[in-house]
């Protein structure tokens, strides 16, 4: 079986945040400074056991901006304890509960609410597809030009379908020849968006569908660990992928393994 090891791409050092997410964040602010001139900031709203919050935060400091990470539905203790809102205050960032509910549609209202009160940029759950579609999928679409050209199998964790959508362009764009793409679910269903998202990018092509999420006994919040190859899996999101992958018997001859990122520690 082979690995795409996204989680190696570690420009603020191993042991911080990583991954092909971070790459799409940092890619995302460049171009809307680019773009929106006037920028004060950045925010962003995510799970308190989301490492978007970090992300987010290392990015901005890279590029001298102040940053808000909000939560919602979070207790002062929870926040301050934390890994996640721990390590995205060691990059900088103010650290905020902004509603009582943690519902998405919630957090994102009151988001943007505080970025047009401030002028601050809002880097959405999952990072920005609507406005910035073409940056971030070409950041992903270009990891898939050093996979092998042809695989029976390839599995993708997916969570907002971002990465999968970029994935997937990648190998239309160029001409891996994979006969079955996997997409195995660790949150609410994406496939319309991953559907309409690649018809939109003239990559459309069909794939598999596992619904991890709603299996019975699955939690969001409950980590599972796995170390594969010596691979050291996100207990969040790829490592409950594989041990589904194994629990199933999926096939691992000529098949590739898409790691997005690993789980970054505090400084």
């Known amino acids: 079986m082979y690995f795409k090891r996204d989680d190696l791409y570690t420009p603020f050092g191993a042991g911080g945040v990583n991954g092909g997410k971070l790459r799409q964040c940092m890619l995302l602010i460049e171009a809307a400074l680019g773009r929106e001139p006037g920028i004060k900031g950045v925010i962003t709203y995510c799970s308190l056991h989301s490492p978007q919050g970090p992300i987010t935060a290392a990015a901005a400091r890279h590029y001298g901006l102040p940053c808000v990470v909000a939560y919602g539905g979070a207790s002062d203790m929870s926040v301050a304890t934390g890994s996640m809102p721990r390590l995205a205050m060691s990059y900088g960032a103010s650290v905020q509960v902004i509603a009582k509910s943690g519902r998405h549609n919630v957090l994102k209202q009151r988001a943007e609410a505080l970025a047009k009160a401030r002028g601050l940029f809002v880097v959405q759950y999952g990072i920005n597809l609507d406005d910035y579609g073409e940056v971030l999928l070409s950041a992903v679409a270009e990891q898939a030009q050093n996979i092998p050209d042809e695989l029976d199998d390839l599995y993708i ?31 609410y269903d994406r496939r319309e968006k991953v559907r309409a998202t690649l018809q939109r990018y003239g990559a459309e092509r ?35 992928s594989m041990k589904y992958l194994v629990d199933h018997g999926l096939n691992t001859n000529n098949a590739l393994f898409w790691i997005v990122g690993a789980e970054p520690r505090e400084r």
């Open 206 to 240: 069909p794939f598999q569908y596992h619904d991890l999420f709603h299996t019975p006994g699955f939690v969001y919040e409950k980590q599972q660990k796995m170390r594969v190859g010596g691979v050291k899996l996100h207990p969040q999101y790829e490592a409950k």
């Open 157 to 187: 964790t997916c969570g907002s379908g971002i990465t999968a959508s970029g994935v997937i362009v990648g190998i239309e764009r160029y001409g891996k020849a994979v006969k079955n793409i996997h997409l195995i679910s660790t949150a």
